[in-house]
């Protein structure tokens, strides 16, 4: 069986899946329209795509069950946020060829970090425009 940090994959694939949701509830309690979640295309993945007035947002979620390999939004490296930035220009293409572009004057990039104790609620980090 695959691992990922030392989990199993598909109970790696459940926490992050728990995240993501988690991520969500807490973008959409922030006055965030969510767009897009788990967006795939040739160059990669985008977790969430949200609308935050007239922003587009991208937000790459990382869940953690412990601080072994540091906090969640320690694993988002200059290197994945550079693809988030070519991520969201290709999901703004897309959007335009199908007729469904919108019109976002600003696109940050946000960090959403979901650590989840083996006991008690999880805590959220919302990194804003962190590329």
Wanted: some cysteine; overall charge positive; hydrophobic content about 40%.
């Amino acid at each position: 069986m695959q691992t990922t940090e030392g989990m199993p994959h598909r109970v790696a694939a459940a926490v992050g899946d728990y995240g993501e949701r988690m991520a969500e509830r807490y973008l959409r309690d922030q006055g965030m329209a969510i767009l897009a979640r788990n967006w795939r295309c040739a160059l990669g993945e985008i977790d969430i795509v949200a609308r935050d007035g007239g922003c587009l947002v991208v937000c790459e979620v990382k869940t953690r069950r412990g601080e072994t390999f540091g906090g969640p939004a320690q694993a988002v490296t200059f290197r994945k946020l550079a693809r988030l930035r070519r991520l969201a220009a290709a999901w703004l293409m897309e959007r335009e060829e199908v007729g469904d572009g919108g019109h976002f004057p600003d696109i940050r990039v946000d960090v959403v970090g979901v650590a989840r104790p083996r006991t008690g609620p999880c805590v959220i980090e919302h990194l804003v425009g962190v590329a």
